[in-house]
């Protein structure tokens, strides 16, 4: 799920995690094994969103999928695994402009 500005700056508020920014060397391999994602890393690996299913809800919301873990104590490597939901959910607040 590719996230809008005010999107990332409200799951890295909810979730702690730093966005990788499009510019980001490793975001066109990313890209390649993983598809079209707002990626963000914490402290235990490479996370995206997918869309939650929310019956009713009004506010769109996303389910944090871990994409990869730390291989190494100084958090340098990554290793891929299948994607893992995490059951923590993200909510986006409206925002009026």
Do not use: C, Y
Request: charged share 25%; net charge negative.
């Amino acid at each position: 799920m590719k996230l809008t500005s005010e999107q990332v700056k409200q799951t890295v508020r909810q979730l702690g995690a730093q966005v990788l920014p499009d510019e980001h060397p490793a975001m066109p391999q990313l890209n390649s094994m993983f598809g079209e994602h707002t990626f963000f890393v914490d402290e235990s690996g490479l996370k995206v969103l997918e869309p939650a299913q929310s019956a009713g809800a009004e506010r769109q919301s996303g389910e944090v999928v871990s994409l990869a873990d730390w291989g190494d104590s100084d958090l340098t490597r990554l290793m891929a695994h299948e994607p893992e939901p995490t059951g923590v959910i993200v909510v986006f607040e409206h925002v009026k402009h």
